[in-house]
């Protein structure tokens, strides 16, 4: 079973796989070796018929979703629909307690959070990860000196995480040890296995409200 076959264009990647594909298909061909290829992709680009020829394979496709996806573009304070239809204005209600969130991303966050829901917001560089989680960390500690979040929050399942991150045998990164205290997190390639398996097993079991990762997750 292949996943994300899609990679096989990959520029750095891709030969790999191409290469492994190509001698299973050998071994099949020429010493009647009995190997189902299943391959899988939610990104194929338009030439999938290409592939599917050089694979000698069957193509199925579907659009079933077990949970609907809503999209929206965000444009200043504004929210639109894919028609560029104005949903609505983003709320500030608690824009003071969030003074660097120029593009209002912790303002939607706190929403979602206060909704008691999670999120995971994908950022394009470690530094925005590690910036945004702070940011939102630092507007939840100053809306629990308010009581705003202490209905929302989990105290225990936050103290619990905080202690397993602090026992780690390979250490825990301190910025993200100080956001781990305020239900949010980072997650890219510059942390540990052990950081980033407590961080995902951490958004498993609702620790962690906010997860603000790059695409390695």
């Known amino acids: 079973m292949v996943d994300e076959i899609h990679l096989i264009s990959d520029s750095s990647r891709g030969y790999i796989l191409e290469l492994l594909l190509t001698k299973i298909l050998y071994m099949c061909q020429n010493f009647n070796h009995k190997i189902q290829l299943i391959t899988m ?29 809503k999209e929206m573009i965000k444009i200043g304070k504004n929210l639109f629909d894919k028609q ?12 003071d307690f969030f003074p660097n969130d120029a593009d209002e991303v912790c ?15 994908f950022c394009p560089s470690k530094e925005w990860c590690e910036q945004l989680s702070t940011n939102l960390a630092r507007g939840i500690h100053a809306m629990m000196k308010k009581n705003i979040l202490e209905d929302v929050l989990d ?3 936050i103290d619990s995480l905080v202690e397993q991150a602090k026992c780690l045998a390979s250490g825990v990164d301190q910025i993200l ?13 510059g942390l540990t296995t052990d950081e980033r398996d407590l ?7 609702g620790s962690l409200r906010a997860l603000f990762a790059t695409s390695t997750l």
């Open 177 to 189: 040890l100080k956001c781990f205290g305020y239900s949010c997190a980072f997650h890219h390639a």
């Open 155 to 157: 105290k225990k399942k």
């Open 107 to 121: 303002g939607l966050a706190i929403e979602t959070i206060l909704e008691n829901c999670q999120l995971i917001v």
């Open 41 to 69: 992709s939610a990104t194929l680009p338009s030439n999938v018929e290409l592939l599917k020829n050089w694979l000698n394979a069957e193509f199925f496709t579907t659009d079933f979703r077990p949970i609907e996806l």
């Open 84 to 95: 560029l239809q104005l949903l609505r204005v983003i709320d500030e209600k608690y824009k």
């Open 199 to 205: 961080i995902e097993m951490g958004f498993k079991d």
